[in-house]
């Protein structure tokens, strides 16, 4: 069975410094991988996806994921925060192999960013 | 504007009055799923609809139903609502069998009293 991991509900960062949201999956077989973020009182909307190909994906507002399947993990990156990056991110995974649809999401992390 | 809405965005009711949660999606996607956020537990599924007269339980269906008669439409129907059912909930929607993401509505707080 898939399922996936966010290590930490909550991470602080201050302004200009880098964001890192850590996600960790486990898979029988390479999954497909996504993140989310949520702005206050919004629904999800999605950053960025690993499918095939380049395992280094970059998403809107200037995050990136990289793929990396020795260690299961699909961890989101910014160099520099913003304000505006203050959200929830979710990171989720889905079955690569055809005819299934099944997604499952992280817990989410809440990030703040400090002025 | 590609989009899913949902109404209502706000809703307060009490135990064991029936409502309906509705959605809608104008992307002509096949596949549509609710989903219930609650704090520590991120999106659970709660029921989904692969096409029209197509619907299948997804992690937490007790206590809601679902209903698929047109491809834009989704709701979600609690028969006899119950505190444990205050919640955050989503409705999404996608193209199946591709690698792509979900598009959300904007969600629906519910609160049962």
């Known amino acids: 069975a898939q399922s996936v991991t966010q290590l930490g509900s909550h991470v602080s960062v201050s302004e200009g410094a880098l964001v890192l949201l850590r996600c960790n999956y486990s898979?029988?077989?390479?999954?497909?991988l996504f993140w989310y973020v949520q702005y206050p009182n919004q629904g999800l909307q999605l950053l960025l996806k690993?499918?095939?190909?380049?395992?280094l994906v970059k998403g809107i507002n200037g995050f990136e994921a990289e793929f990396k399947k020795s260690e299961t993990s699909f961890h989101l990156t910014k160099p520099s925060a913003h304000m505006s990056d203050a959200a929830e991110y979710f990171c989720?995974?889905?079955?690569?192999?055809?005819?299934?649809?099944?997604?499952?999401f992280g817990t989410g992390t809440r990030l703040k960013v400090l002025a | 504007e590609a989009q899913v809405t949902q109404n209502p965005r706000y809703l307060i009711t009490v135990t064991g009055k029936k409502l309906t949660v509705t959605c809608s999606q104008n992307m002509n996607h096949e596949y549509m799923s609710w989903y219930r956020q609650d704090p520590g537990l991120g999106l659970r599924q709660i029921y989904y609809s692969m096409n029209v007269e197509v619907t299948d339980k997804g992690d937490v269906p007790e206590g809601y139903k679902v209903s698929r008669k047109e491809k834009r439409n989704f709701p979600l129907i609690l028969e006899s609502p119950s505190p444990n059912q205050t919640s955050l909930y989503f409705c999404?929607?996608?193209?199946?069998?591709?690698?792509?993401?979900?598009?959300f509505g904007s969600g629906t707080r519910l609160t049962v009293v």
């Open positions: 898979s029988s077989v390479p999954p497909y």
């Open positions: 690993y499918t095939t190909g380049a395992t």
């Open positions: 989720a995974v889905s079955p690569s192999s055809s005819g299934t649809y099944k997604y499952i």
């Open positions: 999404a929607s996608r193209v199946p069998g591709k690698p792509g993401g979900y598009t």
